[in-house]
């Protein structure tokens, strides 16, 4: 089991889960995310084998750990963490966002294990499930219908968890075609609408800059450039030939 | 249909997917988030019907619209993002991370309809699919399991997009005790000691700011100190009462 990392130190903790799918679809986000660790408190035997079906989760569920208590499930934890859908229960926890609590989770982790739970599908956590939490989390949905499908819960809360904030200032893989490369392809378009006797061409004063204005807004790509160019020089050779042709006739 | 927002400018877009599950999911977590408007492109026919028992997705899936072509459901579109869980594919696009990536989309809902896309739980968009995108996004899944699953992977994405970076600023209810209350139950627990015959109570000159280091690191809120004081009290009560009794005797 691939267990690098700082989150080899959370616990995934599913208390009285029902469905099988829905187990399945926590492992198999636990396993996108490089969570290895899921315990399971008082399962449905039934729904826990058939689980083990699930795409790709079948190293985080074999893995998995069986408790009859969250007490159980939680000894080697020192922080619990809830989740909660917030309904209608008045909460005696402290509450937060998952943009708020998942830093905090995280920064815990380097301190030591630390457990995530999440309830059963039709009550989610009891009472009593909390009162074994620090405090409790929520995803921020809507009021109308606040109640998310478990394994997609499981999901959003993992990947707030491996979120990389400095990633958005770091753009991947957009290259630019260079001006040269730009430039090159403007003089080709120009030399196209002449070729084509296009009447804006010596009419308009600012139709210059304005075509050089979109190629630059096209934001294109070395290759596109060569591929443009390409077509463009094609379209040039024809309307060149045509009018040696018409010339001739 | 609640359609409030900037969200209600974004349509989801499922291209080629088989698994009424998955678009039940689908559905709900647009319900969850507060987006309104899905489209399936070449949905099979049997899929499409099942989805509309998804819990929770009833009026998303009942205002989805059907689609033949991945370009019909794009044409009122000015920005078009294709999700891809980058494999072996060589990618022909500028691919961001989600995280990159969303605040561009949710920027650009200002200006008018945009799109994002999923596609097949098997083959993801298909190249023919990803060349009516304008660029693509991938959620930073592990390279040894990239593939998510299509329900998980639409929760995601759209969490990213409804995500309130400000809200890591403020974090929601926790009300803590104040310093006068934190002093009286520090104060009890002092008389309890002294009326246990606590022995470090008089030896040890560090020992008061210890407790009173403890009892702040506990942050206590309201309810609990008056829930603590009065166990303590109580205790205390119970102390000097078997002192009296054992003075009579």
Not at 2 to 17: C, K, M, Q, T, Y
Not at 190 to 200: G, I, M, N, T, V
Request: include cysteine.
């Amino acid at each position: 089991l691939p267990a690098s990392g700082e989150f080899r130190d959370l616990r995934i903790v599913l208390v009285d889960v029902r469905n099988p799918l829905n187990i399945g679809a926590a492992a198999r986000a636990m396993s996108n995310f490089g969570f290895p660790y899921l315990r399971l408190v008082n399962p449905y035997d039934v729904a826990f084998q058939n689980a083990r079906s699930a795409v790709g989760a079948a190293a985080t569920l074999a893995s998995a750990e069986v408790y009859t208590t969250v007490a159980q499930a939680v000894a080697d934890c020192s922080l619990v963490v809830g989740t909660t859908a917030v309904g209608h229960r008045d909460l005696q926890h402290s509450l937060m966002r998952l943009e708020v609590g998942a830093p905090l989770l995280r920064a815990s982790l380097k301190a030591g294990n630390c457990a995530l739970l999440f309830g059963s599908e039709k009550y989610g956590l009891s009472n009593s499930d909390m009162s074994f939490c620090h405090w409790l989390m929520h995803i921020p949905t809507r009021e109308e219908h606040y109640s998310m499908n478990l394994g997609q819960a499981v999901a959003v809360c993992l990947y707030e968890l491996v979120r990389d904030p400095g990633a958005a200032l770091q753009p991947e893989s957009i290259t630019l075609a260079s001006s040269e490369e730009v430039e090159r392809i403007t003089d080709a378009l120009f030399d196209a609408l002449r070729a084509s006797e296009y009447p804006k061409l010596n009419t308009s004063k600012s139709f210059h800059a304005a075509v050089r204005r979109v190629m630059r807004r096209l934001r294109l790509q070395p290759g596109d450039s060569e591929f443009l160019l390409g077509m463009l020089r094609q379209m040039i050779w024809k309307m060149k030939k045509n009018v040696a042709q018409k010339s001739k006739e």
